[in-house]
């Protein structure tokens, strides 16, 4: 929910290059007023900003809630802390505030793909106290609700909205290379035919893209792998039923075969280009829009660049850009697949003004400022009541495709060890996608280190 995506998408979202300045800044930005230190009235709220500077839709937003709360309750500050940094910076940016009651913020952005290693951490405090006395608790799906929920059972984070993935495609190019521009592929060899019918008959455009490698980091392994190993069979990663993490399966090969296709044959972009880390901005603000790309396996947020308001506005682009679900390998039920991410508002265990903190919870989350959120940020909504707000539905094209592969989605295992499996999984398709390792060799790497990860808490599938 973009990787939402984000996406985080949900999502691990939009991406986002470290920008030093910022992040040494951050304790002193101060948006509406502002306030320091412990100050009993004053609440500093740490969330990740855009590396790319055009798109400003998280900072309005959090800078719009600070001024309205600000107005609503008299004498009380907030200081906003966008950090400007990569996904992985932004994480080890924010650990480093919370691990000291001088530096911790207030309220803080959390990915649900690393939520429950800060849990583990003690960085986060449970909110059930708050989410028990909270009448729009209800409004939130059962899935959102346990977005942020540690293995003690308790909840430690908000989720704002989510994400979901599938397949863009450009009708333009479509029509120039003889393929339907009401295309809807069945099976995984559905898609690469149609990259292959690009790659012929429009030799100048990049067939398809699919995310590899550590330089995007979990938007290679969530949007990229996951999307299809996840359409190889029933708990391909990690097994619920004996909470062993999964190796050595025929799914697992099979998704790296894809990825291998992929590049081994150029029907995706250059190699250099593919394991950039700057390769998620790339798509959405150059390959797409300036048509140079026919098929993305990308996430639901994309249109939002689009739009005026957004960072890279292309007039037109709803018509030119059609949506369809990513099949599951061979067509088998539920015949898609698509993965889900999601961002938290969170109080971390060393906040002076908990209290505080919570009310904007309240303030942001209100079903007005959810829906105002889900409109801007191209979320897709996780309250029962902003999904059936007509301002949401209408608010962008693709909404209501992006929003019923909420059906079918998946969820990334909510453990502590899962970014290191991540990790492994990036190491994998990178190897597969230079040549530098057959899929097997890459397999049997990944299986190692999954061992040692997960200390031998491993089935084999």
Known sequence: MPVKPVTLRLRSSSPMVLGIAAVLAAGTLTACGGGAGSDPDTIKIAF?????????????????????????????????IP???????????????????????????????LINSDIKSGYLRPLDDY???????????????????????????????????????????FKKAGLPEDWKPKTWDDVLEAARTVKKKAPDKIPLNVFTGKGVSEAAAMQGFEMLLYGTGKDPLYDESSKKWVKGSKGFKDSLNFV???????????????????????????????????????????????????????????ETMGM??????????????????????SIPQKSKNPELAWQMIEHMQSKKNAVEWCVRGAQIAVRDDVAADPKYLNSMPGIKFFTKRVEHTQYRPTLPVYPQV????????????????????????????????????????
């Open 422 to 461: 991540s990790t492994a999984i990036q190491e994998a398709m990178e190897g597969v996608t230079t040549g530098d390792a057959s899929v097997g060799e890459a397999a049997k790497s990944y299986d190692e280190q999954l061992e040692s990860i997960t200390d031998g808490a491993v089935v084999k599938k």
């Open 324 to 345: 369809a679900p990513m099949p599951t390998q061979n067509g088998e039920a539920p015949g898609e697949v698509s993965m889900s991410g999601g961002w938290t508002w």
């Open 260 to 318: 291998k296709t992929v590049y081994g044959e150029g029907l995706g972009p250059e190699v250099d280009q593919a394991l950039s880390p700057t390769m998620q901005t790339k798509v959405v603000t150059d390959l797409l829009p300036k048509q140079k790309l026919a098929i993305a396996l990308d996430g639901s947020w994309l249109g939002q660049q689009w739009l005026k308001t957004g960072g890279s506005p292309w007039p037109g682009w709803d």
């Open 131 to 173: 989410t028990g006395k909270w009448d729009d608790w209800k409004q939130f799906d059962s899935t959102a609700r346990s977005a942020a929920k540690g293995q003690d059972g308790k909840i430690y984070g908000i989720l704002d909205g989510t994400d979901t993935r599938a397949l863009w495609f450009n009708k333009k190019i």
């Open 83 to 113: 950090i400007q940094a990569s996904a992985q910076d932004y994480v080890t940016k924010l650990q480093q505030m919370m691990r000291s009651p001088k530096t911790a913020p207030d309220l803080v952005y959390e990915d649900t793909f």
């Open 48 to 80: 990740p900003k855009d590396t790319d500077n055009k798109v400003t839709v998280r900072d309005n937003y959090v800078k719009d809630m600070a001024e309205e709360f600000e107005k609503e309750h008299k004498g009380k500050k907030v200081e906003i």
